[in-house]
Structure formats: C-alpha cells, structure tokens
C-alpha cells in the first residue's frame, strides 16, 4: 500500500494550537493567540502552515447523530476474497461512495476490513449490508456487531 503521509515537524507552540483546535475549531485568532502564548499574527501564520503541511485537513460541524435520526451503529467485518494491492485499492476507492460507512480500517486480523456504519435503524442497516456493502469489490463474507451504547467517541 502506498503510504502518502509523512511526520511533519512540530514545536510546542503548534502542538498545543492542535490541542485547543480539537476542542473547539471555531475559536478565533485572538483567543487562540492568548491560549498559546503568542501574539495573533505568528498565530495565524502557524495555523496556515498546519494546514498547508496537511497537518489541519478541515474543519466541520460535529452533529449529533441522534438528533438527525442516525443512532444506530453497527461494526462490520468484512473478508476480502482477494488481497493483493489491486484487488484493496478497488475495495477501497467502492467503500468510500457509501456515505453509510463512517469509517472504514484495514485490520491485521482473521478478517480484512472493519466498518463502521451508522443508519437510522436496523432495517436500513440490513439493506445497505446486503445492496451496498455485501457488493463491494472482493467481498467473500461480513460479520456484524451491533453498538448498543456508545460510550466515547472521537467527535465528542
């Protein structure tokens, strides 16, 4: 697999910029610059470098899925039939136009792949498994675990 990223070097300045951007993104300049210890123009510019290195790829609103109707996660195993580089980089490219699939990992394990997918309920949830997912380049078999409580989770 072709691995695109490479450590970017960071000072104690930048890392604690990420630090507060991770919990709260819409900060402004100034504040930041006070959080930091900096002035707001080395900040602005640091913020700039972060994201022009990939570092910083985006910022975004965090929705509650509940409140949109999206509480039901399910974790799905998937083993591939095929995993040679050609036969990934297609199973790839076909995961990532199922807006379903909040997260998709290649795992070191008995199985290839772990999703996870987050739907209204149960009943769509096995539609996109059997239209979407079960279709996808490869698929020799799923496995599925169903969350029933989420404790902690990244965005949050």
């Known amino acids: 697999m072709k691995n695109e990223t490479s450590t ?7 890392r604690k910029i990420l630090s507060i951007l991770r919990q709260d ?16 123009t080395p900040c602005q510019q640091r913020v700039k470098r972060l994201q022009q290195s990939g570092v910083i790829i985006g910022f975004r609103a965090i929705i509650d899925p509940a409140k949109v109707g999206l509480d039901h996660v399910a974790f799905t195993e998937v083993k591939l039939s095929d995993t040679r580089e050609a036969a990934l980089e297609q199973f790839n490219a076909a995961v990532r136009g199922i807006h379903e699939v909040e997260e998709c990992h290649l795992i070191a394990s008995s199985f290839d792949y772990l999703l996870k997918v987050r739907t209204p ?9 059997g239209e979407k997912i ?4 490869f698929v020799a ?5 169903v969350a029933m409580e989420t404790i902690s989770e ?3």
Do not use: N
């Not at 309920?121 to 498994?129: A, F, K, N, Q, S």
């Not at 078999?141 to 675990?145: N, W, Y």
């Open 8 to 14: 970017v070097d960071m000072d104690a300045f930048d």
């Open 121 to 129: 309920d149960i009943r769509r949830y096995r539609i996109i498994l």
């Open 134 to 137: 079960s279709s996808l380049p």
């Open 154 to 156: 990244a965005a949050r």
């Open 25 to 40: 993104g819409r900060i402004t300049f100034t504040e930041l610059a006070q959080q930091v210890g900096l002035s707001k």
């Open 141 to 145: 078999s799923t496995s599925t675990f």
